[in-house]
């Protein structure tokens, strides 16, 4: 039987983010701040402005689909690419206190490395969503965390050549970025967080004196 607390225990400490209803932090912890700054969005300067941070658009879109949402208990979640490491953002409204009449609300968000785990039937999702086996080599390469150059090595092909077989692949997925190609895979097969492909890599190449 799967140890659920050895589980637990092994998940990355989230990052924690809590905004009130002007939209203006309230708390913020040291991990998601490391993570707005390393994300690279515009975005908006929710953050004091001695941070020098910005917080992505996605997660001020999240802010504002919760404040309009007349079902407090509902959970609004986006992803984010951080240096090519995909995050989960999941937003939660938090009521204010008693007597406020609903014009003090908090919404917290917490911020989550995803790390995949889980393995997947690939042949499903390449069915699923029509692609060739060149495309799904890609995925897999992907789905195994490697840059656009160290696909590029694998395949013997140019950086180029990989941008637009990826461009290619997100056109098929509708979606715009490596994170929405994660996101697919993260929707079709219902898991937490997209599961891990282990490949095979290419030995690298020997160089000899002259």
């Given at each position: 039987m799967v140890d659920l607390l050895k589980v637990a225990n092994e998940r990355s400490m989230p990052g924690i983010l809590i905004l009130d209803h002007q939209k203006k932090p309230i708390?913020?912890?040291?991990?998601?701040?490391?993570?707005?700054?390393?994300s690279g969005h515009d975005g908006s300067s929710l953050l004091p402005d001695s941070f020098g941070v910005t917080l992505p658009d996605e997660i001020s879109t999240v802010y504002d689909t919760l404040k309009k949402d007349q079902n407090r208990l509902n959970c609004q979640?986006?992803?984010?690419?951080?240096?090519?490491?995909?995050?989960?953002?999941?937003?939660?409204?938090l009521q204010g206190p008693p007597g406020?009449?609903?014009?003090?609300?908090?919404?917290?968000?917490?911020?989550?490395?995803?790390?995949?785990?889980?393995k997947l039937d690939l042949e499903k999702f390449k069915k699923h969503f029509d692609l060739s086996d060149r495309q799904m080599e890609i995925v897999k390469?992907?789905?195994?965390?490697?840059?656009?150059?160290?696909?590029?090595?694998?395949?013997?092909?140019?950086?180029?050549?990989?941008?637009?077989?990826?461009?290619h692949i997100m056109k098929r997925l509708d979606v715009r970025s490596r994170t929405g190609i994660l996101s697919k895979v993260f929707q079709l097969f219902n898991e937490p967080f997209p599961p891990k492909v282990n490949i095979k890599r290419r030995a690298p190449k020997k160089t000899f004196a002259a």
């Open positions: 708390f913020f912890n040291s991990i998601a701040l490391n993570v707005f700054a390393g979640t986006t992803l984010i690419s951080v240096q090519e490491t995909p995050y989960c953002c999941r937003g939660f409204f406020s009449m609903g014009r003090t609300f908090f919404i917290i968000f917490l911020i989550e490395k995803i790390m995949p785990r889980h390469y992907l789905l195994a965390g490697l840059t656009n150059k160290e696909m590029a090595d694998e395949s013997c092909v140019s950086e180029d050549t990989i941008k637009g077989h990826l461009r």
